[in-house]
């Protein structure tokens, strides 16, 4: 039995609909995972991901996560149909939204009116009930009720300890020691809630539908400080404008984002370095630095 054959059947089972495949058109995909369209013979389509079985968890963690900020009933996301895994593959099974649409101001405003709203969705504690991965890095989720720790321990010390074993210890360690250590000057008058987060929101995790609805895809969810989520819209070319006044419209940011933003992307930044080497380095070290100014 082949792997089609197998999502054939599930998609069956999944939507209680029977199922027959017309057409698997390859999309190419990402630098982790491929990607296709199929189409049934009765014309519904679904967009499908492979990768290799050993990747499964980050497929059931990709589902999950796209199954959470869909039943936050705020911001459009591709909702998982199944995911499983057939011989030596994993597959993720999702809707198919047709993409490409115009990113018009009214649209902008949608997503960062959108957005305000899934943060709105809260937990009592920080983290969520499972781990899952940023990009192709595990990111350990386990819940805790203190955010400064939270952060100190799953984010910027997993990162910086994952960075020494990638050979970049020396050059950052001691200022990520510091830093880690005066974490909690930077939340003196800040105490976010445990609000819904995407986790990877940069500008190439949103697109527009053909009829003109904002989506957004491919998250890492867990509870956090809304601000991660901001941040990250910042890092690389950020958002358009018009989505920042929507947002703070609906939830202004706090007093000091500016100096936690650089706060929360300092987690992206040692990622792409873990990623994809030193072409990161200068500026996850200049970040610290200056994050260690700011705390003195």
């Given amino acids: ?13 999944a939507t209680g609909r029977p199922f027959r495949m017309a057409e698997q058109r390859n999309l190419g995909g990402g630098c982790i995972s491929a ?31 796209l199954a959470e900020i869909a039943a936050a009933e705020a911001v459009r996301c591709p909702e998982p149909v199944v995911w499983d895994v057939a011989g030596d593959q994993v597959f993720l099974v999702m809707e198919y939204l047709p993409l490409g ?8 405003r949608r997503l960062g009116e959108g957005l305000a709203a ?19 890095t595990p990111q350990p989720n386990g819940e805790m009720d203190d955010w400064v720790a939270f952060w100190r321990e799953r984010r910027l010390g997993f990162q910086l300890d994952l960075a020494e074993r990638n050979g970049y210890g020396r050059e950052l360690r001691e200022g990520g020691n510091e830093l ?14 445990p609000s819904l987060l995407h986790g990877d929101l940069w500008s190439g995790n949103w697109d527009v539908t053909a009829d003109g609805e904002p989506v957004i895809f491919d998250p890492a969810v867990y509870y956090g400080d809304r601000e991660a989520d901001l941040a990250m819209t910042e ?12 947002y703070d419209a609906a939830w202004a940011r706090d007093a000091g984002y500016g100096v936690r933003r650089d706060l929360y992307n300092l987690y992206h930044i040692l990622n792409h370095l873990n990623l994809f080497g030193t072409a990161y380095l200068g500026r ?13």
């Fill in 235 to 246: 890092l690389f070319g950020g958002f358009p404008r018009d989505f920042y006044a929507a």
């Fill in 1 to 13: 039995m082949t792997a089609w054959n197998t999502i054939a059947e599930r998609i069956e089972a």
């Fill in 284 to 296: 996850a070290r200049s970040l610290i630095q200056r994050l260690n100014s700011e705390a003195r």
């Fill in 101 to 108: 649409g115009r990113a018009d101001a009214a649209t902008v």
């Fill in 180 to 193: 880690l250590e005066r974490l909690g000057t930077f939340f003196t008058d800040h105490a976010p809630e």
């Fill in 118 to 136: 899934m943060h709105g969705r809260t937990r009592e504690r920080f983290g969520w009930h499972r781990d899952n991965t940023i990009g192709a």
């Fill in 35 to 65: 990607a296709y369209r199929v189409e049934a013979e009765d014309g519904r389509q679904f967009f499908v991901k492979f990768n290799r079985a050993s990747e499964a968890e980050m497929f059931y963690g990709e589902a999950e996560g």
